[in-house]
């Protein structure tokens, strides 16, 4: 079996496309569309169909593109094998983040990463916890980060940070003077969250609603950045993590004010899969990132 066509066909399948793949492979559509047809001719089947501009998988190119994602994950470890011998002088990481992570927490450690390994390429790829779990377990990155224990027995998981839930205002609204608030106190107050099934909503919907307390929700939003700025323009209240704050809090547009009666934890894991080598690269950066963490954010 050529491994040059394998892996023609595994992206092209895996695109959906075979312009996508030609792109991705740095081919032309002509060259991708000659592997495929070598490749089917060599075994007398048809292992994909073009309907329309959709290209779908045959019942014989599901078998193979199963034994594909095999074998090029395998080919994969053994290069990764091989660049171990070199020790950490070469080498690259995929990693996943969910958004929040990869905009607010990933900088610093992947700064810190460079700083010591300065020859490892990282890729970084964000999304959310759901996809990147399903993503894991294809093998189509190396380790992640994801905002909630995946409770998957393919996956080896460690929490890696906590990180508390608090009311930010800004420096002119009514409650900024406060060193604490109470639960009840955001009782009718106008208050901006992050959307619906996002972890982070999930928990504070589900603290508000164990204690009876109603906020007046003026604004949902998957975008922390967006929240923020309707914060510091004073419209409302948000409730987010402090490290999501902290360049605010620096600069002096916001302000964070604890709950006095309620600790509101955000916790992020980091997992792999279990089949997974685990290279000397990848096992220096697991070691950092619980290093890295292991100390209490700052103020």
Do not use: C
């Not at 759901?130 to 460690?158: F, G």
């Not at 608090?166 to 003077?177: D, E, G, R």
């Not at 009840?184 to 307390?213: F, P, T, V, Y």
């Amino acid at each position: 079996m050529n491994i040059h066509q394998l892996r023609v066909f595994y992206e092209v399948a895996k695109e959906g496309s075979f312009s996508i793949a030609a792109k991705k492979l740095h081919l032309t559509q002509p060259a991708v569309t000659w592997q495929i047809k070598g490749l089917e001719d060599s075994y007398d089947l048809k292992f994909l169909d073009r309907i329309g501009k959709k290209v779908l998988l045959t019942e014989e190119g599901k078998v193979l593109f199963d034994y594909a994602d095999r074998i090029l994950n395998l080919t994969r470890e053994a290069e990764e094998a091989l660049v171990d011998l070199k020790g950490l002088s070469l080498g690259n990481l995929r990693i996943a983040s969910t958004f929040t992570f990869g905009d607010f927490y990933l900088p610093a450690l992947l700064e810190t990463f460079h700083r010591r390994y300065p020859k490892i390429t990282i890729q970084i790829s964000t999304g959310n916890s759901s996809q990147i779990i399903e993503n894991t377990l294809l093998h189509k990155n190396d380790l992640a980060i994801i905002a909630h224990d995946p409770s998957e027995e393919k996956l080896e998981v460690r929490e890696i940070i906590t990180d508390l839930l608090m009311a930010i205002v800004s420096t002119s609204h009514p409650l900024a003077k406060r060193k604490s608030i109470s639960l009840k106190e955001l009782n009718g107050q106008r208050l901006l969250l992050r959307e619906k099934g996002s972890l982070h909503r999930s928990l504070i919907d589900e603290i508000l609603a164990r204690r009876g307390i109603s906020p007046q929700i003026i604004m949902e939003s998957a975008s922390t950045s967006a929240i923020k700025k309707m914060v510091e323009n004073g419209v409302a209240i948000a409730i987010l993590s402090q490290q999501v704050v902290k360049k605010e809090m620096k600069a002096g547009s916001l302000i964070k004010i604890p709950f006095s009666d309620a600790q509101i934890t955000y916790r992020f894991y980091l997992i792999h899969h279990k089949d997974k080598y685990l290279s000397r690269v990848l096992k220096a950066f697991i070691e950092l990132a619980i290093e890295f963490f292991r100390k209490p954010w700052p103020d």
